[in-house]
């Protein structure tokens, strides 16, 4: 056992729109050799809601939309129809919170050469966004009761239910942000840094970063499904930048 450090920290905000947070985070970094060292860290953050995301903002517009109440084979009225839209902010908002874990491996056999390799994860709660409308209209019951979805209907008349209608038609739909969306990334970090000593003509110091998504998962609320989008368009599964920079006393170039 050559060197064992850790480092305990915790962070306190208050915010007077919403309240408080803390957040703590515990580093270890166990030097086994003088040149191998293992390291790690756990910690947690936020994100406190804007002061545009919580006000009282509400915005006045209409959407169109697919009623699934008012669309089926025997009815079609509903199936491209609009209707009044409200969207906006929510004082009911929360802040979004994360846990993250890094453990990582750091080789450096000579000054001349530096590897380094660090595994993550990183989980994110009450991320700040709206319902998807979709599922809104075409589950209402899961979602009667929440304060930042509501969705107004005429009642339905007698011609609409013989003609095949299973509800009245849309007239009103609130959709304010809210708490709902949950992302969990993992990936590994490879770094590869050299140094070369070209006597009075400087030295080269080459670097290798490499990028491994293992994972981008995300769901629009908690009670869905996760969906995997590493690798999909937007979110490449690997990520490298590959550099040489060289220095000389006061003069640099990269």
Known sequence: LQT?????????????????????KVRLKWSATPTFMVRGTYAEGFRAPTLVENSTDVRNAFVGIRDPFRCNAQYKLGCATSSAYQSGANP???????????LGLAWEPSSSFLA????????RVNEISTYDLTQVLANPD??????????????????????GAMAGEVTNIKMLL?????????????????????????TL???????????YLNAPSPNDELIEYAGT???????????????KAAYALS
């Open 4 to 24: 064992v450090a850790a480092q305990l920290a915790a962070r306190h905000d208050h915010y007077s729109d919403y309240g408080n947070s803390t957040t703590p």
């Open 233 to 247: 368009r937007g979110t490449p599964s690997v990520q490298a930048t590959l550099g040489l920079a060289w220095k």
């Open 142 to 163: 899961r979602y009667a009761g929440d304060p930042a979805v509501a969705i107004i209907r005429d009642p339905l008349t007698a011609a609409d239910k013989a003609a």
């Open 116 to 123: 380094t390799v660090d595994l993550w994860q990183i989980k």
């Open 178 to 202: 809210t708490n709902v969306a949950v992302t969990k990334i993992r990936g590994v970090d490879l770094k590869l840094a050299g140094r070369i000593n070209l006597g009075e003509y400087g």
């Open 205 to 215: 110091q080459p670097t290798l970063n490499v990028s491994h998504m293992q994972s």
């Open 92 to 102: 009911e908002l929360k802040p979004e919170t994360a846990k993250s874990y890094t």
